[in-house]
């Protein structure tokens, strides 16, 4: 089964525009590095930022929240023109966007998501809808599994939109079919030793994976971790067991040119153009934005 492109919410090539190529200066707080996706996206970020006129101080996270604000903080006091954050976790933000807006700077979320109450606190988060990703490797795995399959499930970062919206994504989906079920899930952190670790203990707590038709993972390098584990636990990937995940990074495209993975819904990383013209027109010409401009994610499936 192919899903082709699906599109929900305001389309970001809608907003897209070529106008407006500011001189701005841009405070950019990203995740980490974590997997092979999140290095691919701030190379983009940082390649493309000349291109649109963005003088970019990107500020590395590596993972942890506490690094975010005082990130995001510098960028306040240094009163740069805008914020962009992809935020590690949902929680934990108001105080620091109230800063940001006392100080008159717009704040952007790009990739993940915020929880918070008063959505004045940023101006429009531009990213892939995650409950869409999991609903997308849902309906495949319905489909190729006609319905009746023992799910074994990876997730992402603990608190962290992807990894939250995803799960509910695909459960939504599964959750139609009675011979559907997660049997066992556990967070393998979105890295490839997570997802190895993390196979590891379900191949222990199922005797080999018996009876287990599919993995599902939050992301593809916790898969290519699952393959290593189930590879050196004498397993067949892809074909004793359906492997499902998201990003599709080049690593598994390898794996699924060699029959080890099925399916990858793309998470693009080259999104500099979605989101660099929506902020400097923006900084041009201040304006009422959507809420959330959706970036569309695609199914792939191995042949
Ligand atoms: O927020 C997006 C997720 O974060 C990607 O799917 C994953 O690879 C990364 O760590």
Same mark, same amino acid.
């Given at each position: 089964m192919k899903l082709n492109t699906i599109l929900t919410g305001v389309a970001a090539s809608a907003l897209m525009s070529t106008a407006a190529f500011a001189d701005v200066t841009i405070g950019f707080s990203q995740v980490g590095s974590e997997g092979d996706w999140r290095p691919a996206f701030s190379k983009n970020m940082q390649d493309e930022a000349a291109t649109y006129g963005v003088d970019l101080k990107f500020a590395n996270a590596q993972g942890?929240?506490?690094?975010?604000?005082?990130?995001?903080?510098?960028?306040?006091?240094?009163?740069v023109d805008a914020i962009i954050i992809a935020p590690v976790v949902v929680t934990g933000w108001e105080d620091v966007l109230e800063e940001a807006k006392d100080a008159e700077i717009p704040v952007f979320l790009v990739d993940r998501d915020v929880d918070v109450e008063d959505k004045s606190l940023y101006v429009s988060r531009i990213s892939a809808d995650f409950n869409l990703e999991g609903k997308i490797a849902?309906?495949?795995?319905?489909?190729?599994?006609?319905?009746?399959?023992?799910?074994?499930?990876?997730?992402?970062?603990?608190?962290?939109?992807? !990894?939250? +919206?995803?799960?509910?994504?695909? @459960?939504?989906?599964?959750?139609?079919?009675?011979?559907?079920?997660? &049997?066992? /899930?556990q967070s393998g952190d979105f890295t490839t030793?997570?997802?190895?670790?993390?196979?590891?203990?379900?191949?222990?707590?199922?005797?080999?994976?018996?009876?287990?038709?599919?993995?599902f993972a939050h992301n593809d390098n916790m898969q290519l971790g699952a393959i290593q584990a189930m590879k050196e636990a004498g397993l067949k990937p892809g074909e004793d067991v359906l492997m499902v995940?998201?990003?599709?990074?080049?690593?598994?495209?390898?794996?699924?040119? !060699?029959? +080890?993975?099925?399916?990858?819904? @793309?998470?693009?990383?080259?999104?500099?153009?979605?989101?660099?013209? &929506?902020? /400097?027109?923006?900084?041009?010409?201040?304006?009422?934005?959507?809420?959330?401009?959706?970036?569309?994610?695609?199914?792939?499936?191995?042949?």
């Amino acid at each position: 089964m192919k899903l082709n492109t699906i599109l929900t919410g305001v389309a970001a090539s809608a907003l897209m525009s070529t106008a407006a190529f500011a001189d701005v200066t841009i405070g950019f707080s990203q995740v980490g590095s974590e997997g092979d996706w999140r290095p691919a996206f701030s190379k983009n970020m940082q390649d493309e930022a000349a291109t649109y006129g963005v003088d970019l101080k990107f500020a590395n996270a590596q993972g942890k929240q506490e690094e975010q604000l005082r990130a995001v903080r510098a960028f306040v006091a240094q009163g740069v023109d805008a914020i962009i954050i992809a935020p590690v976790v949902v929680t934990g933000w108001e105080d620091v966007l109230e800063e940001a807006k006392d100080a008159e700077i717009p704040v952007f979320l790009v990739d993940r998501d915020v929880d918070v109450e008063d959505k004045s606190l940023y101006v429009s988060r531009i990213s892939a809808d995650f409950n869409l990703e999991g609903k997308i490797a849902g309906a495949w795995l319905a489909t190729e599994s006609l319905g009746s399959c023992k799910i074994v499930e990876m997730q992402g970062t603990t608190g962290s939109a992807p !990894a939250i +919206e995803r799960k509910g994504g695909f @459960e939504a989906v599964i959750d139609q079919f009675p011979a559907m079920e997660i &049997v066992a /899930t556990q967070s393998g952190d979105f890295t490839t030793e997570g997802g190895k670790k993390v196979m590891e203990a379900f191949i222990k707590s199922t005797n080999n994976l018996d009876g287990i038709c599919a993995a599902f993972a939050h992301n593809d390098n916790m898969q290519l971790g699952a393959i290593q584990a189930m590879k050196e636990a004498g397993l067949k990937p892809g074909e004793d067991v359906l492997m499902v995940s998201v990003d599709y990074v080049p690593a598994i495209v390898d794996a699924m040119n !060699a029959g +080890e993975a099925n399916a990858s819904v @793309e998470l693009r990383s080259a999104v500099a153009e979605f989101i660099y013209p &929506v902020i /400097t027109d923006y900084l041009d010409s201040p304006t009422d934005l959507p809420k959330w401009i959706v970036i569309p994610s695609d199914l792939h499936v191995a042949n």
